[in-house]
């Protein structure tokens, strides 16, 4: 099989595709019947496609048929390209009007490299190993969970996941039981722990919390040794992620626990530092207590290589457009040193955007679905970004409108939930994501007087 550039525009989607339960003869059919599936799939791969181009490792494949070059390998692909340089074609207004931003913003290819087939036939065998499996070695084999963690290299609860068991082994190298678990989770619950993880109320009860670098810890290790061996022996056993997929599903588990989770009076008067080690460390738990990692505070790390990170609530922010009390509020709020008071942060954090974009909504008239904060957010954010071009209000649209980790939910919480601990980490992050759209908003405010 030979490989040849064709233009975009003269490809043609398969109409007989095997993702289709019944065919699709024209262009504008194929879009549809993908946009059924699964729109925001689609509008992703459209994304990928305008920014880093088409993967030059897997080529679509097309044959000739009825004078017409046919794509019978690559579907997606091709479909989401023709939707970029057409928009016209897609009938779905929301994903309309996104393939058009997402046009604007990047130059979308015009053609594009395919490996030619003289027959379906002859790349039927391709087609198959490429959708059907690992076909005993011969085909695709995935890469498991941690493989892929691996891999990325990023900070996801997964990564988190695999960075507390590489903790606790440092810190038990010697608790021969306890390694077996651990082991086992490696192999079969690792989601579950990353799940458990994430959840700011479980880190809190086991007396941890993750930074970019490393670990924080509420407590000595020995204080923490009955709580981790009880999770990871029932992690190992009885304790599957149906048990601890819902917020209060953990919470129960934290409660069918207390007995062995660390207690308060143990709790040290600040979280120590525990350094992300690139490699398990054989000392023992012993000579670790005595001198080593955990004692060291986490002033004491060098931070010449991280990161800048907010030490106090939107420092970076000041709103020169918005009412007196709103300034004030927020100068207020400038005050609170994250660490010192994470609970007045996280308030903090809630009030200044909740003040701040009711405030905008009254002066300019918005009055549409101001019910819930997160419509406030929502309706200040297309106002002041109306074709989605500020790419660094991305994250606040992503946190405000969905239900994730921290979102408006969860600001919610911070302020009206007893049992909700917020961490610094989530505070930090917080901080930093809203800092654009209150800048923003200031500016927008200044440009469009009331």
């Known amino acids: ?39 925001d799939k689609l509008v992703r791969l459209a994304q990928d496609i305008a920014q880093k181009g ?11 048929e009825d004078n017409q070059v046919v794509v019978i390998e690559g579907n997606r692909r091709i479909a989401a390209l023709k939707a970029l340089s057409d928009p016209s074609l897609v009938d779905e207004p929301r994903v309309h009007q996104m393939m058009g931003i997402i046009k604007r913003r990047h130059s979308i290819p015009r053609t594009v490299r395919c490996v030619v087939a003289e027959s379906r036939e002859e790349a039927r065998h391709w087609i198959r190993l490429r959708h059907t499996g690992e076909n005993d070695g011969v085909g695709i084999q995935p890469w498991t969970t941690e493989q892929k963690t691996r891999f990325a290299e990023k900070k996801s609860p997964t990564e988190r996941a695999l960075r507390f068991m590489q903790q606790v082994s440092e810190w038990y190298s010697t608790d021969e039981k306890l390694r077996q678990d651990i082991e086992t989770v490696r192999a079969n619950r690792l989601t579950t722990l990353a799940r458990m993880l994430s959840d700011p109320k479980v880190r809190n009860s086991l007396g941890i919390d993750f930074q970019e670098d490393g670990i924080l810890a509420e407590y000595d290790p020995e204080a923490m040794r009955t709580s981790v061996r009880r999770l990871f022996a029932d992690l190992a056993t009885h304790l599957s992620v149906s048990r601890v997929k819902s917020k209060d599903q953990r919470r129960e588990y934290l409660g ?15 979280p120590r530092f525990v350094p992300q080690q690139q490699a398990p460390n054989p000392t023992p738990l012993a000579q670790q207590v005595q001198g080593a990692s955990i004692a060291a505070p986490r002033a004491s790390v060098s931070t010449s290589s991280q990161p800048t990170r907010d030490k106090r609530v939107f420092q970076n922010v000041v709103l020169r457009n918005v009412s007196a009390r709103t300034a004030m509020v927020l100068n207020e ?10 609970n007045v ?46 790419k660094q209000l991305d994250e606040a649209r ?6 994730g980790a921290l979102s408006v939910k969860n600001l919610h919480s911070f302020m009206h939930q007893w049992d909700v601990h917020p961490m610094i980490v989530d505070i930090t992050t917080l901080s930093v994501v809203y800092t654009p759209m209150l800048l923003q908003l200031d500016k927008f405010l200044g440009e469009n007087p009331k």
């Not at 069918?256 to 600040?270: F, G, T, Y």
């Not at 009254?362 to 500020?390: C, T, Y």
């Not at 992503?398 to 239900?403: A, G, I, T, V």
């Open 333 to 342: 709020a400038k005050k609170v040193v994250i660490a010192d008071s994470p």
């Open 54 to 64: 088409l993967n030059p490792t897997e080529l679509p494949i097309v044959v000739r």
């Open 345 to 390: 942060a996280a308030i903090m954090i809630r009030a200044v955007i909740d003040i701040a974009v009711t405030e905008a909504a009254e002066k300019q008239g918005w009055r549409r679905r101001q019910d819930k904060l997160r419509d406030r957010i929502g309706v200040a954010l297309r106002h002041i970004d109306p074709e989605n071009k500020e």
């Open 256 to 270: 069918a626990i207390k007995d062995d989770l660390p207690q308060n009076s143990e709790r040290l008067p600040q």
């Open 1 to 39: 099989m030979e490989q040849r550039d064709f233009a975009v525009a003269d490809l043609r989607l398969d109409g007989h595709n095997p993702r289709h339960a019944v065919p699709t003869p024209t262009t504008r059919e194929a879009i549809a019947a993908l946009l059924k599936k699964d729109p």
């Open 398 to 403: 992503r946190m405000s409108q969905n239900d």
